[in-house]
């Protein structure tokens, strides 16, 4: 069966790629006479009836815009089996025959969801954090560790004029990925992450260590989801006299910002073409990813119950490169 219509949507925390992740999307299906409506707000806006025709015209001067046009929420109704049954219902009341969902955890278990009803889906991964399985990166991800390196060099202008340690708190929910390469980007002293422990022991150690060294300066990044929290941290350092003076910065929504980096953009429109490839040769359920270089798949069941974890390289390449 040839469809004649599909929709798309974002969903969860915005991230930069999103926007020429949907032009690929409606761009892709156009060139095939596909007609194309964008769902706003996400599960919400699907919930609510909230579509509108997208044309090639309509995704014109958007590749470089941050953010999602189509903007998106979060909803606890679709996270019901009731919700997700009017979910469908609305779909097929609009004669939508398949849907491209770009988002992260949250979303792509929605789109499971449709899956599990029978309606064809397929994801894209779209997430700062980079804790998707089944892609080596999420869109988004990127432009946000160009924007914790900006930060990083910024502070370590200011860091090396007062002989200060500076810590630095970036986004990641439950992951120390942007933390971790970030610090390794940056050439942080340290890196705090939710996957490691550390007490504040170790890390009032680490930075006597490096002020006995003689820097003149030191940087340490810490994940928003890591144990030891950057006020505590600072509290301890400042009380523990390791030789800087400590002063700290918090990143926080600075990194969903932003004009999406060249690899984003590269990286949004190639999943966006192989999501909507996918749903128009019949292949549903399944989120397309970075594997190596090329464009792969995974089900969605695995993309919203496998891990992406940061690897034991990067942690150890941060602790070892941070002396
Ligand atoms: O999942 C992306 C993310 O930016 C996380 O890193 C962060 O913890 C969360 O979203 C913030 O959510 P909100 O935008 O709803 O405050």
Redesign the pocket.
Known sequence: MTMRRIAVMTG??DAPGMNPAIRAVVRTASAAGIEVYGIRQAYSGLLAGDFERLTSRDVSGIIQRGGTFLQTARNKEFMTTQGQKRGLRRLNEHGIEGLVVIG?DGSLRGALALHTLGFPVVGVPG???NDIYGTSMSIGVDTALNTILDAIDKLRDTASSHERCFLLEV???NSGYLATIGGIMGGAEFVIVPERTMTLEEVGQALEDAYMRGKSHAMGVIA?GATLKINEIAEYLENHEVGFEVRMTVLG?ML?GGSPSGFDRLLATRLGVAATECLLAGEFGVMVGLQGRDVGTVSLEDATTKAHIVSEEYLEMAKMLAK
Do not use: F, K, P
Request: glycine share 34%; no cysteine; net charge neutral.
């Open positions: 969860g925390g992260g997430s700062i954090d986004m990641g929910r928003e929504h969903r």
